[in-house]
């Protein structure tokens, strides 16, 4: 099997619990069973900040399955009538995620678990050249599911959030990565939230007309992507990154940005990539971040320090121990030799002074 980030070998299949996923993050944020409570699922004036808040960046989660491979085909479960639910549309749309309606049973439970188990093992028979299977979820329910891929053969990848994920799917993964560690595009809650305002397009959907500064945005995060999978100080090579990029937006083309060929793109962006080259092979790397403002105000003040290093070695000859030797050698004498002149005062005095015999 292909290492991952091998697109030509490489292939991926993820299947979203998109009730799991998205009840876990907003009672993770908002305190246990908030989403009842609150009756998020309405998504009314009142619930609305707090959803958008809470609210699941789906490309972020595409973009790292891709990091694996080609995403062959990608499913969401859940009953698209709900209002909450009905939300994510757009953003769910821009990144052709396959929507899959399942109408509640009851009032508690839409099967979602059963129905995205039944297609993944009919995925694993009908699509022999998958590798990977990405499972958006947190439910113990899936470690059969995860067990039995794994005997066919697949690779299973688990993303579940943190808090709400049972730790035996964890130990049933080959591979889990939790939904906070992601590099998630989190918008700013809309001033007049409004139902139709969770709808908006998503930071993370593929836009119509790629710019120079999109391009440069999606080099640095499939470099970023591509480093997860390595060392942090392993080189990339150019293939590899390009590869990344174009399963991140297929509209990818250094062509209609006006550069001859991918490198001349990665040139441009010096300042963010590192470049090497060994012969014919190009390899890149992400340069290390330069220090912001505030640590490079910090460096004046840590080479300042050399002044007060000096006002102390100038203040020693005034600090206790070293003042005391002095005083200490120069009062030594004068008491050794007081007991002399008071011995030669003594033996000055004359002997008539003393003499008990002394005539008056």
């Known amino acids: 099997m292909a290492e991952p980030g091998e697109p030509t070998e490489s292939r991926v299949a993820v299947y979203i619990d998109f009730d799991n996923v998205v009840i876990s993050r907003y009672d993770q944020l908002h305190g246990r069973d908030s989403w009842r409570k609150d009756e998020a699922r309405r998504n009314d004036g009142k619930s609305v900040p707090k959803l958008e808040q809470a609210r699941v960046d789906f490309g972020a989660i595409l973009d790292y399955a891709s990091s694996f491979g080609t995403v062959a085909l990608s499913r969401a479960y859940a009953d698209w009538s709900v209002p909450a639910n009905a939300a994510y549309k757009r953003q769910l749309v821009d990144r052709a995620i396959d929507l899959t309606q399942l109408f509640p049973a009851s009032s508690t439970k839409n099967g979602a678990d059963i129905r ?9 028979f009908r699509l022999p050249d998958i590798t990977h299977v990405v499972i958006v979820a947190g439910d113990s329910d899936y470690i059969p599911l995860a067990q039995r891929c794994k005997r066919l053969g697949r690779v299973v990848v688990g993303i579940g959030v943190t808090g709400s994920t049972s730790p035996a799917l964890v130990a049933a993964l080959d591979e889990f990565e939790a939904y906070d560690a992601l590099a998630v ?21 593929v836009p119509v007309a790629l710019t120079p500064a999109t391009a440069s945005r999606l080099l640095v995060r499939a470099l970023d992507l591509a480093r997860g999978k390595q060392d ?12 990344q990029i ?28 590192e470049i090497r080259e060994a012969g014919q092979q190009r390899f890149m790397r992400l340069r290390e971040p330069a ?58 005095t004359p002997p008539s002074a003393t003499d008990p015999f002394r005539e008056p």
């Open 185 to 205: 595009d989190v918008p700013e809650p809309t001033s007049a939230p409004a139902p139709a305002a969770a709808t908006t397009g998503d930071d993370t959907s």
């Open 246 to 273: 174009k399963r991140l937006n297929p509209s990818f083309n250094e062509r209609s940005l006006g550069f001859r060929s991918f490198m001349d793109f990665v040139r441009a962006n010096d300042a963010q990539v």
């Open 291 to 348: 220090p912001d403002s505030d640590t490079a105000a910090d460096l004046p003040t840590a080479a300042a320090v050399a002044p007060p290093k000096r006002s102390r070695r100038a203040g020693t000859k005034a600090e206790p121990p070293k003042t005391a030797e002095a005083p200490r050698t120069a009062e030594a004498k004068p008491a050794t030799r007081a007991p002399r002149r008071a011995k030669a005062a003594a033996s000055s």
């Open 116 to 124: 995205l188990a039944v297609d993944v093992i009919d995925d694993m």
């Open 232 to 243: 942090d100080d392993e080189w990339l090579n150019a293939s590899t990154v390009k590869s």
